[in-house]
C-alpha cells in the first residue's frame, strides 16, 4: 500500500506538460488543411470598362440653361477583382465563383498557386445560376488537387474550415460548424437555393474558395457573407456555400463543354507569368498609350508610354513617379512603346541608375510638364 502511493505521488509529481500532451501537428484541422492547402488558388482577374465622366459644371449648365456646352467624355477604367479557387483536376483545371471572374471574355486571369507561382489562365465556362465558373491553367507538370469522388456528408454541427485568400491574405483559413442546410437567398436580384450555412468567417477575397470538413473532405464553395438582413439589420456567423455535390455535377458538365471546344477557341497556353523589367527594376506597371486611350485622356497622340500604377516604396514612388503620367525618353532615347523601354532596360543591371523623362504633353497645346528623374534599378 505504501508502495502503491509512492508511485502515485511520483505520477503527480511529474510536469503537467508531460501528461497528455496532443502534438499539433496530428491534429484533424491540421490534418485536413495540409491535404487541401496545395490545390487552393487565389486569383486576381483585372478588365478594361468604358465609363462616362462629366463635368459638375456642364452638368450645371444642362440643368439649369438647358444645353450641354460639350459633350460627355469617355474614358477607360481597369477593374480589378481578387477571389479564391481551387484545382480539380491535375491537368489545371480549375473551380470558382462565377461572380470572381464574370465578363471573363473581357479578362486577364491570373491564378498564384500555393508555391506562389503564377500563372495566366483562360475562362471555359460558367452559370450565374449556381455561381460557378471553370478556369484553366495550362502546365507540362501535374497540379495538386482536391478530390470530388468522395465529398462530405454535410451534418449539421459538424465542423467545417474555409479555406481561401481572405482579403488578400494568401493561405488564410477559419473554422466554424455547418450551421443549416438547403438555405435560399437573393443577391443582387438572382435567387440562390439549397446552400449551406455556416458560422465559419467569409470575408472578401474567400469567394470561391473550398469549405471542408475535418477529413478534408469538401462542403461547398464560399460565396457570400450575410451581413445585414434584408430589413438592415446586422448579423453575425451568417455565411454560405456551394454544396458540394453541385459543384461536383457542374464540373462534370464543364469538363464536357471544355472538351467540346474547338481549339481555335480555347485560347493558347501558357506558362509562369513574366514581370516587365519596368515592373521588376523600378515598380512601375506600364501600358502603349492608344490612340483611343490619348483621345480619353488628352493627351498628345503617338507620344510615349502611359505609366498606370506604382510600387508603394519602389524607386520610382521614391522618386516622385504617379500613375497617370507619361514616360518620353529612357536614356535620351525616345520611347512610344512598352516594348521601346523593355528592350532600353534589357541592358540595365542592378543598382545602375537610368535617366527618365516623364511627365503630360497635352493634345494641341504647346505647353509642357515635363522632368527627367534618375531611378537605380533595383
Known amino acids: ?11 503527480l509529481a511529474r510536469p503537467i506538460s508531460c501528461l497528455g500532451q496532443a502534438d499539433p501537428a496530428s491534429e484533424p484541422a491540421v490534418l485536413a488543411v495540409a491535404k487541401v492547402l496545395p490545390a487552393v488558388v487565389n486569383i486576381n482577374t483585372e478588365r478594361v470598362v468604358r465609363r462616362t465622366v462629366r463635368d459638375p459644371f456642364e452638368d450645371f449648365y444642362a440643368q439649369f440653361f438647358g444645353y450641354n456646352r ?53 475562362y471555359i465556362a460558367g452559370d450565374d445560376k449556381t455561381d460557378l465558373a471553370f478556369i484553366k491553367i495550362d502546365a507540362k507538370t501535374a497540379f495538386p488537387f482536391v478530390s470530388l469522388d468522395n465529398i462530405s456528408p454535410n451534418l449539421l454541427g459538424e465542423t467545417v474550415i474555409v479555406v481561401g485568400n481572405a482579403v488578400g491574405y494568401g493561405s488564410s483559413i477559419s473554422r ?15 435567387e440562390y437555393k439549397d446552400l449551406v450555412q455556416t458560422d465559419a468567417a467569409i470575408n472578401p477575397g474567400n469567394s470561391g474558395g ?32 456551394i454544396p458540394a455535390e453541385v459543384v461536383r455535377d457542374s464540373v ?32 512601375m506597371q506600364l501600358q502603349d498609350l492608344s490612340q483611343e486611350l490619348s483621345d480619353a485622356l488628352g493627351y498628345a497622340q ?20 504617379e500613375r497617370g503620367l507619361v514616360i518620353y525618353q529612357v536614356d535620351k532615347s525616345d ?9 532600353v532596360l534589357g541592358r540595365v543591371q542592378s543598382g545602375a541608375n537610368v535617366n527618365f523623362t516623364v511627365g503630360v504633353i497635352r493634345a494641341g497645346r504647346q505647353d509642357r510638364q515635363l522632368a527627367t528623374l534618375t531611378m537605380a534599378a533595383r
Open 1 to 11: 500500500m505504501h508502495r502503491a502511493l509512492v508511485v502515485a505521488l511520483l505520477i
Open 70 to 122: 460639350v459633350r460627355p467624355r469617355e474614358i477607360r477604367q481597369t477593374l480589378q477583382s481578387l477571389g479564391s479557387g481551387f484545382i480539380v483536376d491535375p491537368a489545371g483545371y480549375i473551380i470558382t465563383n462565377q461572380h470572381v471572374v464574370e465578363r471573363a471574355a473581357d479578362l486577364k486571369i491570373h491564378v498564384t498557386t500555393n508555391d506562389e507561382k503564377t500563372y495566366n489562365a483562360h
Open 176 to 190: 466554424g460548424v455547418l450551421s443549416a442546410a438547403k438555405r435560399n437567398i437573393t443577391v443582387d436580384d438572382i
Open 210 to 241: 473550398p469549405v471542408i470538413d475535418l477529413s478534408g473532405r469538401l462542403v461547398g464553395i464560399s460565396s457570400a457573407k450575410m451581413a445585414f438582413t434584408p430589413q438592415g439589420v446586422p448579423t453575425q456567423g451568417l455565411g454560405f456555400a
Open 252 to 283: 462534370n458538365r464543364f469538363k464536357k463543354i471544355a472538351q467540346k471546344q474547338p481549339e481555335s477557341e480555347k485560347q493558347p497556353a501558357t506558362s509562369e507569368v513574366s514581370v516587365s523589367k519596368a515592373e521588376r527594376f523600378f515598380g
Open 302 to 321: 503617338g507620344r510615349g508610354v502611359l505609366i498606370t500604377a506604382v510600387e508603394p516604396d519602389s524607386p520610382a514612388d521614391e522618386a516622385g513617379i
Open 335 to 343: 520611347v512610344n512603346s512598352v516594348k521601346q523601354i523593355e528592350d
